[in-house]
């Protein structure tokens, strides 16, 4: 991609910004505020949200989850049998010219339970597992934060159905640990399980994925030896206390949820009689599970844990672009020649390379920009760099002059 030509360019403004993300994203072009909340994506990320999706569906596969799409707008009536109508207090509701009225979807057990009584013929066909990669809608009182919080948001939602409470289990502890995947090819390799009682959308069981950093809403008691967590409301123990698992002294902190898991028993299969017949003859609810992670949020919160004062550092799974092939002198015929053909041999190679071939932008202003753009290799071809390019980590300090041909090996998958 010729960042010429890309929409949404860094933003040299000081306006000042509540939470780091959004300022990083919207100065670096990734995003724009429609209204509080509400956010489009713009090319650079909306890449990032397809990478983390991919990853997420690519995990989703490995444990037999299939992927559909649900509606969005959902007829009052399905949200009249959980009763969750009235009494979901984030739930937009909305009245068609035609007297019919709607929730814009926050979740989807109501439309996700009914489609398996229809489509669910027997006994046998258990488990079966269903995901889909869509917006939610929540009237939240005061988002902030950025894309942490926002009343227009992307969510992976998968919901497992069973025949028993141990098989959901079984499924259960796969999720776990089909999450960890997820956040760690994300590049949070920390993450913080903590046990809930459940919020607002149930009241069973329920663990949540957290993500150490100050930027969070959520308060642990954590192990920094180990993997013990407790959510801060629901603590039975406190700051310096020795860790039950490890005697380490525990530590308190904020954090970020990232992820979000629930046993959800028979609750919804009985507002919607889903059953099936076991083996003994008996009719039963099929028990089912709901596992939630806020894909939007994910990017916020990377960016809340990958950055430093110059802007972002994106872990290279979910980077918008491979590397930065940056071009200085290009009013040098001959050094535009040697950078064009390297973007697109680049190109060839199957790298995702975006290229900065702004002929009117300083030098310094040009290395700003990446920087503060934050994909995690940068390559520099310049006046100085004759027949090599510069290669540089964005978290580090050091470049190093290479080949052009060693640089492709580098980054050719
Ligand atoms: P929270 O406790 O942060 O309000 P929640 O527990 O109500 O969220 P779930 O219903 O479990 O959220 O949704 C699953 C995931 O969706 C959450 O773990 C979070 O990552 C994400 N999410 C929830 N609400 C929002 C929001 N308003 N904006 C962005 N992401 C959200
Ligand atoms: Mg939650």
Same mark, same amino acid.
């Given at each position: 991609?010729?960042?010429?030509?890309?929409?949404?360019?860094?933003?040299?403004?000081?306006?000042?910004?509540?939470?780091?993300?959004?300022?990083?994203?919207?100065?670096?072009?990734?995003?724009?505020?429609?209204?509080?909340?509400?956010?489009?994506?713009?090319?650079?990320?909306?890449?990032?949200?397809? *990478?983390?999706?991919?990853?997420?569906?690519?995990?989703?596969?490995?444990?037999?989850?299939?992927?559909?799409?649900?509606?969005?707008?959902?007829?009052?009536?399905?949200?009249?049998?959980?009763?969750?109508?009235?009494?979901?207090?984030?739930?937009?509701?909305?009245?068609?010219?035609?007297?019919?009225?709607?929730?814009?979807?926050?979740?989807?057990?109501?439309?996700?339970?009914?489609?398996?009584?229809?489509?669910?013929?027997?006994?046998?066909?258990?488990?079966?597992?269903?995901?889909?990669?869509?917006?939610?809608?929540?009237?939240?009182?005061?988002?902030?934060?950025?894309?942490?919080?926002?009343?227009?948001?992307?969510?992976?939602?998968?919901?497992?159905?069973?025949?028993?409470?141990?098989?959901?289990?079984?499924?259960?502890?796969?999720?776990?640990?089909?999450?960890?995947?997820?956040?760690?090819?994300?590049?949070?390799?920390?993450?913080?399980?903590?046990?809930?009682?459940?919020?607002?959308?149930?009241?069973?069981?329920?663990?949540?994925?957290?993500?150490?950093?100050?930027?969070?809403?959520?308060?642990?008691?954590?192990?920094?030896?180990?993997?013990?967590?407790?959510?801060?409301?629901?603590?039975?123990?406190?700051?310096?206390?020795?860790?039950?698992?490890?005697?380490?002294?525990?530590?308190?902190?904020?954090?970020?949820?990232?992820?979000?898991?629930?046993?959800?028993?028979?609750?919804?299969?009985?507002?919607?009689?889903?059953?099936?017949?076991?083996?003994?003859?008996?009719?039963?609810?099929?028990?089912?599970?709901?596992?939630?992670?806020?894909?939007?949020?994910?990017?916020?919160?990377?960016?809340?844990?990958?950055?430093?004062?110059?802007?972002?550092?994106?872990?290279?799974?979910?980077?918008?672009?491979?590397?930065?092939?940056?071009?200085?002198?290009?009013?040098?015929?001959?050094?535009?020649?040697?950078?064009?053909?390297?973007?697109?041999?680049?190109?060839?190679?199957?790298?995702?390379?975006?290229?900065?071939?702004?002929?009117?932008?300083?030098?310094?202003? *040009?290395?700003?920009?990446?920087?503060?753009?934050?994909?995690?290799?940068?390559?520099?071809?310049?006046?100085?760099?004759?027949?090599?390019?510069?290669?540089? *980590?964005?978290?580090?300090?050091?470049?190093?002059?290479?080949?052009?041909?060693?640089?492709?090996?580098?980054?050719?998958?």
């Amino acid at each position: 991609m010729l960042y010429s030509k890309i929409f949404g360019k860094t933003q040299k403004e000081t306006k000042k910004y509540e939470a780091k993300n959004q300022e990083l994203l919207t100065k670096a072009g990734f995003i724009d505020q429609l209204a509080s909340g509400i956010y489009t994506l713009l090319p650079l990320g909306k890449r990032v949200l397809t *990478k983390i999706e991919n990853i997420i569906r690519q995990e989703m596969e490995k444990i037999g989850a299939q992927e559909i799409e649900m509606p969005l707008l959902h007829p009052k009536i399905l949200w009249e049998k959980t009763q969750r109508w009235d009494s979901v207090d984030v739930l937009f509701k909305t009245k068609s010219q035609y007297h019919q009225e709607y929730a814009l979807a926050p979740t989807h057990e109501e439309t996700v339970t009914p489609l398996m009584k229809k489509i669910l013929k027997s006994g046998k066909d258990l488990p079966i597992a269903l995901y889909h990669i869509t917006k939610k809608f929540r009237d939240e009182p005061r988002p902030k934060s950025g894309i942490l919080r926002g009343r227009e948001f992307g969510m992976k939602d998968l919901y497992s159905f069973h025949k028993d409470k141990d098989d959901l289990h079984q499924y259960y502890q796969k999720v776990i640990d089909a999450y960890l995947n997820v956040f760690y090819r994300c590049g949070l390799k920390e993450i913080k399980i903590t046990e809930a009682s459940g919020g607002s959308f149930t009241k069973k069981f329920s663990h949540e994925f957290n993500v150490l950093t100050n930027a969070g809403e959520v308060d642990l008691i954590y192990c920094n030896s180990c993997s013990f967590a407790q959510n801060e409301e629901v603590a039975t123990k406190k700051q310096n206390d020795p860790c039950p698992k490890c005697q380490t002294p525990l530590k308190k902190g904020k954090a970020i949820e990232v992820g979000n898991i629930f046993d959800l028993e028979t609750r919804f299969s009985q507002a919607f009689d889903l059953k099936f017949i076991d083996d003994d003859g008996q009719e039963k609810y099929v028990v089912m599970g709901c596992y939630g992670i806020g894909t939007t949020r994910l990017i916020g919160a990377i960016v809340e844990v990958y950055h430093d004062e110059k802007g972002i550092i994106w872990p290279e799974e979910v980077s918008p672009y491979q590397v930065h092939l940056v071009g200085l002198n290009l009013n040098e015929r001959k050094i535009k020649e040697k950078c064009y053909n390297y973007y697109q041999r680049l190109n060839k190679e199957g790298i995702e390379v975006l290229f900065d071939d702004r002929e009117n932008v300083s030098s310094g202003e *040009k290395l700003v920009d990446s920087d503060l753009i934050g994909i995690p290799y940068r390559l520099v071809i310049s006046k100085k760099t004759k027949e090599n390019v510069e290669v540089k *980590k964005r978290e580090e300090n050091k470049s190093k002059i290479v080949s052009l041909e060693e640089a492709i090996k580098l980054f050719k998958k």
